[in-house]
């Protein structure tokens, strides 16, 4: 012990001035300039540990020498190991042979030849690098050579070739990758796909790092017999309680696959917008509120609705539809007041309608105005107000803007020992609209678009009780409400009164007259409701079930009396496994099931299978398409923890299309993922003049996932036009 100690000073005085060194070992001696180790080296160097069989340090040339079994511990996160290292401590130059170096964090190892270190830069000759079990690695990266910084933990790999099961399946000249989180300027990793109609499909993303709080991502993709476009997202942080992207894409079409396709539009483009601001005020206005601001805005615009479809090359996720709705929210809230301001955008993507476009009818903004719940008399009275402003405008037609007020008071108590809930509701509803154009090109006279009011004061009594009785396994609530609600007063004038016969019914003779006409009658009815719960010990729900009918009996106009559609609505957890949801509307008029939505769901660890089926008689309010049949399943597999198989499927059974079909499965591991499924997806395309149409589009998927490097979707598809409409 007093050798090694020995040892120890001299050597920690011989080093002073180059770098601070604590040096151990079983067996010391010392031949001239050179100390020599033996026997469980261990070396402390800075912030690296070493060990090894044997050691040699040369105090002229400051070289440290280290054989056998070498391992080096550098900080917290890598583990580098070879059989020969020698370092130079004053040019602070490192060589080892051969070389293996491991990330704890993201658990990436990479061996080669030999590696020299200068400083924070490590050239490496020819190597591998993988995630995998080093015995029997799934996948592995060979390379002629790399460099690492040890500052950025950024590798770059050259001539680089994949090998998946020890099979080569991709080159590379060059392939980048990081050892940490920190986000950097550089590529992503592609998507590859081949498609019958459109040709190969590639697409090469580009991220770029603005700074701390910015960066962006272009998205270039080129589909060799289609054509070839660029999206682009702006993402930033401009506070600690805001954040928000910027997208902008365009894509044009060749003239070949314009015209054999009868396109509607030879470009595409558009762009989105996505903000959200959890204190707008504090942050923009310096005002120091109490209560709680925010502004959120999701905004889009497309010239049709291939800007979606082109995003990307999997569309199977694309929602689309006929009109594209876009929306700003700003509000404020405290204590007991809320205000708000929301603006909403409506655009058609409907190429009919494109010519009506200017015509469709926005609201620009909607004020809101919310007085919280008050009660009085001992909790027995309460109220709140409702106010909204809506200013509609367009380009082109009549505009308007429009008060509405509403102001329910209740009045209520417990009878019985609380086992009876009895309420008085009065709900005084008024309106103002004021019209700033005249309408031109409309069937009936302009001289129904005058200013004019509505009012109304509607009464209601509703009694209701709830019952709950403990088991020794569960427990039973149950409960009743009763509710009619009578027709008081009723005062219109201008628009109103002008379109009251025209716009109350279900299929009105002028639909145009009616498009600021959204009131809803209020007629004399009761309505009776069933519900009832069973929990168990633990609280969770095993059964919950509601019967609603309502029952219309206006003594008014005597129309439409009788029994409103009756509602079934049933929750049931059969076991811990299976569950069941059924929701019905049966119609006595018709004396027929208007809507049934039935699932049933089972999961496990191993199985997840679900099964749901909707109907809809729509009746005389939907002449051309009455009926709806549609069924959805899926049902996934995990045979182990490492494969799992899955399939859904869509069908529609009144049209007899198949919506979407998928087969496939997924092999995952910790260091990878593979996986195969084939899919079919029916989407919206839009043809030139003005016919709607659908295309059927067939997916093969290889799914490959290098982790943690990632990995990419390679995608085959062909495509068939279904219908026209």
Request: proline fraction near 3%; glycine fraction near 6%.
């Amino acid at each position: 012990m007093f050798k090694l100690l020995s040892l120890f000073l001299l050597l920690h005085t011989l080093l002073f001035g180059v770098d601070n060194i604590e040096f151990y070992a079983n067996n010391l001696t010392s031949q001239g300039s050179k100390v020599i180790a033996d026997e469980e080296v261990f070396v402390i160097y800075k912030d690296s540990y070493l060990s090894a069989d044997r050691a040699i340090y040369d105090k002229n040339s400051s070289v440290l020498e280290l054989f056998g079994n070498v391992v080096i511990l550098q900080g917290s996160s890598y583990q580098i190991m070879g059989e020969y290292v020698k370092l130079n401590l004053k040019e602070k130059k490192r060589e080892i042979s051969p070389f293996y170096m491991y990330s704890k964090q993201q658990q990436v190892w990479l061996s080669s030849s030999k590696t020299v270190v200068c400083k924070n830069d490590f050239n490496v000759e020819s190597g591998l690098v993988s995630g995998c079990d080093p015995d029997n690695p799934m996948w592995e990266i060979y390379f002629s050579s790399a460099d690492y910084n040890d500052e950025t933990q950024w590798v770059n790999l050259y001539n680089a070739r994949f090998h998946i099961g020890g099979v080569p399946v991709f080159y590379t000249p060059y392939f980048g990758y990081s050892l940490d989180t920190t986000r950097r300027t550089g590529l992503l990793i592609p998507t590859v796909g081949l498609s019958s109609p459109e040709g190969f499909y590639y697409e090469q993303p580009v991220y770029i790092v603005v700074g701390p709080s910015v960066d962006i991502e272009l998205k270039p993709q080129v589909r060799t017999l289609r054509g070839q476009g660029i999206y682009g997202t702006v993402r930033f942080v401009d506070s600690a309680n805001s954040s928000g992207s910027v997208t902008l894409g365009y894509f044009g079409e060749k003239e070949s696959y314009y015209e054999k396709n009868l396109l509607q539009n030879r470009s595409h483009y558009g762009f989105d917008v996505n903000y959200e601001n959890t204190k707008v005020f504090n942050n923009w206005l310096g005002w120091d509120l109490e209560g709680q601001s925010g502004l959120y805005v999701d905004a889009h615009w497309m010239n049709d609705v291939d800007y979606i479809n082109l995003a990307s090359s999997d569309t199977i996720n694309n929602v689309t539809s006929n009109q594209v709705f876009s929306r700003a929210n700003l509000f404020y809230n405290e204590e007991d007041n809320y205000y708000g301001s929301y603006f909403k955008y409506y655009l058609d993507l409907n190429p009919q309608n494109i010519d009506k476009r200017d015509s469709t009818l926005q609201k620009l903004p909607t004020l809101q105005y919310h007085h919280y719940l008050d009660a009085f008399i001992d909790q027995h009275l309460y109220y709140t107000v409702n106010m909204n402003a809506n200013n509609y405008t367009r380009v082109e037609g009549n505009k308007g803007s429009e008060l509405e007020v509403n102001v329910p008071v209740t009045l209520q108590t417990a009878l019985f020992d609380e086992y009876v809930n009895v309420a008085y509701k009065a709900k005084l509803h008024g309106r103002l609209i004021d019209f700033r154009d005249q309408p031109d090109g409309n069937v009936s006279s302009d001289e129904i678009y005058e200013s004019g009011y509505y009012g109304n004061l509607s009464h209601s009594l509703e009694g209701s009780t709830s019952l709950t009785k403990g088991y020794t396994e569960y427990s039973h609530t149950m409960g009743f409400t009763a509710n009619y609600t009578f027709f008081g007063t009723d005062e219109k004038s201008g628009y109103y009164e002008n379109v009251d016969a025209n716009c109350s019914t279900d299929n009105p003779l002028y639909p145009l007259d009616c498009e600021f006409y959204t009131l809803s009658k209020v007629k004399d009815n009761v309505h009776l409701e069933f519900t009832q719960y069973i929990l168990d010990t633990s609280g969770k729900e095993k059964i919950y079930h509601r019967l609603s009918q309502p029952i219309n009996v206006d003594t008014v106009t005597g129309e439409d009396t009788g029994l409103g559609e009756f509602e079934n609505e049933l929750r049931w957890s059969i076991t811990d496994r299976i569950s069941f949801y059924d929701n019905t509307f049966y119609s006595f008029q018709r004396s027929e099931v208007a809507k049934t939505l039935n699932t049933i769901r089972y999961n496990d660890r191993a199985f997840n299978f679900g099964f749901s089926f909707l109907y809809e008689n729509k009746g005389y309010r939907d002449q051309v398409h009455p009926l709806t049949r549609y069924l959805n399943t899926d049902l996934s597999y995990r045979y182990d923890k490492h494969y799992k198989y899955f399939t859904k499927y869509a069908y529609d059974l009144e049209t007899r299309v198949k919506k979407y079909a998928e087969v496939g499965f997924l092999y995952s591991k910790r260091c990878w993922d593979f996986g195969l499924r084939y899919v079919e997806n029916n989407r919206p395309v839009l043809l030139r003049g003005g016919i709607t149409s659908s295309v059927y589009d067939k997916y093969i998927y290889i799914t490959v996932i290098m982790k943690p490097l990632g990995g990419s979707d390679l995608a085959y598809r062909t495509t068939d036009t279904l219908s026209s409409q």
